[in-house]
């Protein structure tokens, strides 16, 4: 699968979200959208990247890992609170890739492929390519780019954003090249268009660089992020995803590494966290817990880069394997050196719930949300463990609040669906279900939900309002099709 890089520039870079700001030299950038310009406003790009998210989801294996979202929403936040976006109000879509990619969406739509945790080998690495994303769609770099072609339009910018589904998903297992109706030689001409220019890449080196610094990390990581990069070419393996359409060059190492000579070289420790969640990812990535469980093994009993995150990842692949036990065993060493570890935490209740000791779990869960409400990996696992305990209207209850505050995370209504299934609850699952195929750009099959919902909800004039409403919205879309 091939994801390019879109953002607020042009359409093809590292990862992101979208708006104009003043640059460092007192230069204005151009404000992209008055009713004047014609331009595409950022209320107009907001609704089209929702749009093309949902298309996205549709096409391309996503990831729901809670351990590893939440991990990646605050690194992404703390990113963003430094930069120079002004709606830092971002989405994130973790796309189970193996592949080194990422990618920003105009509109604050952040996507990150699983295989970019596993080839940056520090947090700092990984900020770098984030930070030069945030960067790219701060600037609005695509909007600028379409604007100098005096091609701006609605129809032409949804147009790009849907060839980025069409790239990412032909090739693929389940993609379905033909949904975007474009044939090859257009999609070879879009693609070539999906690349900024080197004047962009250049303000969004710098700039990315300065969230960097302002937020406490390392400016030097970019050069060395580049430097793998090119390290992976020159020795004859397949570049980087990212590299295809966001080329780095010697020239632009030099000037990354020049950059951060400007500022005093020092250590900065590695986030822990980071460690433990490309642990997790590449446990997930091996073909069997029985692979990951020799791998890591013998890690933890020879040399390890991050011994913890063997350790850690070590546990995880027992359990996978069914070897709860086992698990335990490899886990307790990190839970008696850090007993308040949220994530080591986590996995102790993980491996009770899957040996079916609900009880301690779900105690263990319920202390640690009085201390951390709302913390998403542990508002998930609750009511994963609710669900397989048999206490599906406390299950129930707990996502039904849960969806209100995170109404775009498709998995919640996943499991709200779910829940609601095995507590007889019919009207609860068609309603759950119609959220969970909006979110995911499968609009007939949310219409048939809500249909069946509408008959099941009549008598109650509150819920059948809101439902009729949510159909409305199902068929603007299906008319719409702005990605078709």
Known sequence: MTALFITGGALASLSGNAHAVDEDDGMRLPMLGDTSSGMISPSQERQLGQNWLRLYRSQVPTSSDPLIIDYLETLLNRLAAHSQLDNKQLDLVLVQNATMNAFAVPGGIIGVHTGLLTYAKTENQLSSVLAHELAHLSQRHYARQLEQEKKMSVPFYAAMLASLV???????????????????????????????????????????????????????????????????????????????????????????????????????????????????????????????????????????????????????????????????????PLLEQEPDNLTYQIMATDIEVANAQYPKALKTLTDLLEKNPDNHPLTIRYAEALMKSGDYQRCAEVLERYSRRRSTDDYVWYLLAEVNGLAGNILGVHEARAEYFILNGIYDRAQIQLRNALKLAQGSFHRTALLEERMKYVERMLQDRAFR
Not at 173 to 182: E, K, N, S, T
Not at 248 to 269: F, L
Not at 285 to 310: C, H, M, N, W, Y
């Open 166 to 332: 069409l790239l990412a998903s032909s090739g693929s297992q389940g993609g379905d090249v033909g949904m975007a109706a474009l044939s090859a030689t257009q999609a070879a001409a879009l693609d070539a268009r999906l690349r900024f220019s080197r004047q962009n890449e250049q303000e969004a080196d710098r700039i990315g660089m300065q969230t960097m610094i302002q937020a406490g990390l390392d400016p030097y990581a970019a050069s060395e992020m580049f430097e793998e990069m090119l390290r992976g070419v020159r020795y004859g393996r397949r570049p980087p995803e990212f590299l295809l359409t966001h080329p780095v060059t010697e020239s632009r190492v030099a000037d990354a590494r020049n950059r951060a000579m400007h500022y005093p070289r020092k250590a900065y420790e590695d986030n822990p966290q980071f460690q433990l969640m490309r642990a997790r990812i590449r446990v997930y990535s091996e073909e069997t817990p029985q692979l990951a469980v020799r791998r890591l093994k013998g890690e933890v009993e020879g040399e390890s880069a991050a011994p913890d995150a063997s350790r850690y990842g070590l546990s995880l692949a027992y359990n996978l394997a069914g070897q709860h036990k086992e698990a335990m065993e490899a886990l307790k």
